[in-house]
């Protein structure tokens, strides 16, 4: 009995040894292979034959075993903060130091970048965060979605989204996930990643059993697949303030601590869930003079603001309906009817960090 014993035991250790020891693969991605401890970037070509387009992807690939994690910016290409961020994070981050792969979009939207377009891609006035999964054969911006459901986030073991107000935003800062009852692991996956991040408030998409119609947003792509993915909105009107920079930069790091791709502690964070948004619309079209901020509390009755007419003759008030926290709002006087011009994170009273 002893001696099988033994056997058993040196060859279990071998094999434990063999294991613990076993080399980390190189990370096959655009047909090129990155070792461990290396770097990579590339533009991966898209292409509907009439228009083109390249998406700027660089792999940190570690030499420690890990999850992949895909980090995309510029999804909206007049949301400067998350592309600035990124670009930043590329300077610094070193694959070395890495257990695990960061898979990093520098910028999802090069054609509404350069156009300085809001929300559209300029070639086929497309919004690219309302295509996903995106279509093999679609125009250009679905084409790019495909291309990014595919290529990065298919890749992914977590995925996290970056976006800031557009021209006409002014918001106030936040994390968001996705939460679906009937996928509570996801959701929990989810909802730690979102609080690592930092944010004083997260915001929880869904908030019902399943997804049931077609992803359409970036992140919500990674959900249908099954892979957790939280999104972080930062910055406002367009601006690449550097505070928001900061701020988009700090909440990666600490993603990257959260999932162990980086060795160190993470700061303490204990936000407000928001399950509830409410968005107020225009009545009417003309313009509009906002009368609070971003992040600003309000409650029923409160006046938000008031549209004139094109003449400039008052046409109504926009008031609060609930309480909670401006998380963002159209800050500029151009309005059409039935446009959202405030989103309030429902918060009561008693809750406000
Ligand atoms: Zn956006």
């Known amino acids: ?34 070792a461990p401890g290396q770097k990579l970037s590339v533009l991966l070509p898209v292409t509907d034959g009439r228009d083109s387009t390249v998406i700027p992807v660089t792999v940190f690939h570690g030499r420690q075993p890990g999850p992949v994690l895909g980090i ?78 595919n290529d990065i986030i298919g890749r992914c073991t977590h995925v996290i989204d970056v976006h800031a107000g557009d021209a006409n935003e002014d918001l106030r800062p936040y994390a968001g996930y996705y939460e679906y009852t009937g996928t509570p692991a996801l959701s929990a996956q989810g909802r730690q990643m979102a609080a690592a991040l930092g944010f004083p408030y997260v915001v929880q998409f869904g908030n019902e059993p399943s997804l049931q119609e077609a992803s359409m947003y970036c992140s919500r792509e990674a959900i249908k697949r099954g892979i957790p993915a939280v999104d972080i909105e930062c910055g406002r009107f367009g601006q690449a303030e550097a505070d928001n920079v900061a701020q988009i930069k700090q909440a990666l790091h600490q993603l990257l601590v ?62 609060a309906p609930v309480t909670g926290v401006v998380l963002y709002m159209t800050a500029t006087p151009p309005t059409s009817r039935g446009e959202g011009l405030f989103s309030i994170g429902e918060v009561p009273v008693a809750a406000r960090p």
């Open 1 to 34: 009995m002893r001696l099988p014993f033994l056997l058993l035991l040196s060859s279990w250790l071998l094999f434990a040894f063999a294991l613990a020891a076993k080399p980390v693969p190189s990370f096959r991605f655009a047909g090129q292979l990155v």
């Open 258 to 319: 959260h999932l162990h791709l980086l060795p160190g502690e993470l700061a303490p964070n204990a936000p407000y869930f928001i399950a509830r948004r409410t968005t107020v619309s225009s009545p009417h079209t003309g313009f509009f003079y906002p009368l609070v901020k971003a992040g600003e509390f309000v409650y029923p009755g409160r006046r938000l603001g008031y549209v004139t007419d094109l003449f400039g003759r008052p046409l109504a008030d926009i008031v």
């Open 72 to 149: 995309i910016a510029g999804v909206h290409g007049y949301e400067y903060p998350p592309i600035i961020a990124a670009q930043q994070l590329a300077q610094t981050l070193d694959p070395a130091q890495l257990s695990g792969t960061v898979l990093l979009v520098h910028l999802a939207n090069v054609p509404a970048f350069l156009g300085r377009r809001l929300q559209v891609n300029p070639q086929d006035n497309k919004n690219l965060n309302r295509v996903f999964p995106g279509r093999a054969d679609g125009t250009i911006t679905e084409r790019l979605a495909w291309r990014l459901s």
